[in-house]
């Protein structure tokens, strides 16, 4: 063993004597280096070796990689022979490891990744041996293949006899088979599409589409999900008029499978805000079927009339044919998008398709600044007749509600659409957006008896509602508005929903600066004895006896007896309120009653609290001596 490390460390010779020759390293970073892969070197030649093993050798080598690269960029000395021979060293190791482990993918994928850098010549035949072990998964297909198209156009076929066997192990993969129809796609782009067959009737380029077609056709018989053809159809737009065909069946296949799904008139729908519009499609598929009839290819008499007929603007420059895809103002798209979604409403009225044809005309009224008028009557009308669908949801009703609220005469409109919406939908929301409405127009009388009604149906989830009206009968401030609020806050205060604790702390703040602090006192010692108990209540009193200046006699005893209420209830678990007590008591209480204090929490808290405690009193002691 020592004779074989002794070998490899001669070869490494010439390496530091460039590092030398070259001042890369000081004579003793040279001789540590020497050192480092010794141990190195020992440890990958062991009986019992390790991925790790191999890994701290890998990891070195590729930091002196990157060291004597960046020293070569500094100083601009040609450095390359030596960085080859550290490679080649690199994919050595990689090599012998995987031999060992190959089952390890990531392994694979970080000696690709170092490879695609240091060798990229060799990547092909890595991924070839990478797929022997790991050809299960569809992920390996697709990146061989990506690699080779990508590293040179030239492997075109090797990448489309990658993705042939990828398929025949995985028919039914979509990411294989999107990748095929990428890469033929683009090069069916790339191909001449007026050079013709003797006959003049078909071009390299529908040579090459033919072949996109019958990839796609394939997946038909395995992939059934939605997303895939929604993939394939976006793809298309990258190139519209060479795929007319492709995109007329991806339609007519998406149009069988998903008829009833709101994704698929979605889709449609903005696609016609893009340009594609579905009456241009079937107008050309409808000429086709009628050319393909009458026995005449319609590829080559698209090419007669191009000669013949049309005006230069109408050919595309890709293809040489007429256009398919023609040209409409904004207006006219935006049209004949909501024509979709009206025809879409109609044949699949769910909630799902009524939300995604809202949100489509909010999206078109927040960023579109030309034809501002259309989209905001489009949005009016879809609301409205959202409204009368019965399937709208209340988000879309908080919309219509901003609107109408907006208008000077749309207030008592929209509390008629709500209280009509309220028939079908009573879910907590609706409430409030009613609420909302009827205190716009300040409907006193209806604003309490929709209280009324909520508060017997909701429950402790009405408390949105509660405080709307709460904060409804502040403001309007008359002897009447008063009554109901003192009303509301005792109600509140005889809920035991836990989550009404926030209701009496606002009567408290309520009380003391609307009455006076004594009433607000005498109030809060019958709620201190109130279930649910809530340190948050003994809190808001105390930071209301903070507010105010008065450090008497009277204060002190309230301010105290708040911490006592709070060390009665909470005493056992939270070591918090024990350490604000005795801050208290130091600050502006009775220093005398620290050493009982601290006895009585020691005994209350629970056993393994204790320590908590002692801690957040020394804290809290230090930070007052500071």
């Known amino acids: ?82 960085k080859t021979s550290i490679a080649t060293r690199i994919i050595r190791m990689y090599r012998e490891m995987l031999v ?16 695609k850098k240091s060798a990229p010549q060799e990547v092909a035949g890595i991924y070839e041996k990478m797929l022997s072990y790991h050809g299960g998964d569809p992920e390996t297909w697709t ?50 599409s007026k050079r013709t067959l003797a006959d003049n009737t078909i071009s390299e380029q529908d040579i090459r589409l033919e072949r996109v077609m019958a990839v796609y ?21 990258d190139y519209p008029e060479m795929t007319v065909d492709l995109q007329g069946a991806i339609i007519d296949d998406m149009q069988t499978k998903f008829s ?4 698929l008139w979605d889709a449609l729908a903005k696609r016609e805000l893009r340009g594609f519009h579905l009456a241009d499609l079937n107008d050309y598929m409808k000429s086709k079927n009628s050319d393909d009839a009458n026995g005449e290819p319609s590829e080559k008499k698209s090419r007669v009339q191009t000669d013949n007929n049309d005006d230069e603007n109408d050919i595309d420059e890709q293809t040489g044919r007429r256009r398919v895809w023609k040209t409409r103002t904004k207006k006219s798209c935006i049209e004949m998008c909501v024509q979709i979604y009206k025809s879409a409403v109609q044949y699949t009225a769910t909630p799902e398709m009524w939300n995604l044809y809202l949100e489509t005309m909010l999206s078109l009224s927040r960023n579109h600044k ?29 919309t219509l509600s901003m609107i109408l609220g907006n208008s000077d005469s749309g207030g008592d409109a929209c509390v008629r659409i709500l209280t009509e919406a309220l028939e079908f939908d009573q879910s907590l929301r609706m409430h409030e957006l009613l609420m909302a409405a009827l205190i716009r127009i300040d409907d006193e009388p209806n604003v309490h008896k929709l209280f009324s009604q909520v508060r017997r149906t909701l429950g402790a989830a009405a408390l ?36 009404f604790v926030d209701l009496r702390c606002s009567y408290l703040r309520y009380l003391w600066h609307e009455h006076s602090p004594t009433k607000a006192r005498d109030e809060y010692s019958k709620l201190a004895l109130q279930p649910p108990m809530s340190v948050q209540l003994h809190r808001e009193m105390i930071e209301l006896l903070e507010s105010t200046e008065l450090r008497d006699l009277p204060t002190i005893k309230s301010w105290r007896m708040c911490y006592e209420f709070m060390a009665t209830y909470f005493g056992k678990t939270e070591p918090v309120v024990w350490v604000d007590y005795l801050t208290f008591e130091r600050d502006y209480g009775e220093t005398k009653n620290i050493s009982l204090l601290c006895q009585r929490a020691r005994s209350t808290l629970e056993a393994n609290l204790v320590p908590e405690f002692e801690e957040k009193r020394a804290l809290a002691y230090i930070g007052a001596v500071i």
């Open 370 to 398: 030309t034809e501002r008028n259309l989209i905001q009557q489009c949005l009016a009308n879809a609301l409205q007749d959202g409204h009368n669908s019965k399937l709208m949801d209340a988000k879309h009703y908080a």
């Open 100 to 115: 060992k482990f190959a089952h390890e993918k990531r392994l694979w994928n970080n000696f690709i990744k170092f490879s």
């Open 260 to 263: 009833r799904k709101p994704a």
């Open 464 to 499: 949105p509602i509660w405080q709307s009206c709460i904060s409804y009968y502040r403001a309007r401030g008359d002897a009447q508005s008063r009554r109901r609020l003192n009303d509301i806050y005792t109600l509140a205060c005889k809920e035991t929903w836990p989550e």
């Open 217 to 237: 056709k394939n997946s038909l018989n395995h992939i059934t999900h939605w997303d895939y053809f929604l993939k394939l159809l976006e793809v298309c737009e």
């Open 1 to 82: 063993m020592g004779e074989f490390i002794a070998e490899m460390q001669e070869r490494l010779l010439p390496e530091y004597e460039q590092m030398k020759n070259f001042q890369i390293f000081t004579p003793e970073q040279i001789r540590e280096c020497v050192r480092k892969r010794e141990r190195l070197l020992l440890n990958v030649t062991k009986s019992q070796i390790s991925i790790a093993d191999y890994l701290d050798f890998i990891v070195y080598e590729t930091q002196m990689h990157a060291t004597i690269a960046e020293k070569e960029k500094v100083s601009g000395m040609k450095l390359r022979g030596l």
């Open 143 to 192: 990146s061989a293949a990506l690699w080779l198209y990508e590293y040179s156009r030239l492997n075109v076929t090797r990448a489309e006899s990658l993705l042939l066997r990828g398929l025949q192990r995985h028919p039914s993969s979509e990411l294989i088979n999107k990748v095929f129809f990428d890469i033929l796609l683009k090069e069916a782009h790339q191909a001449d």
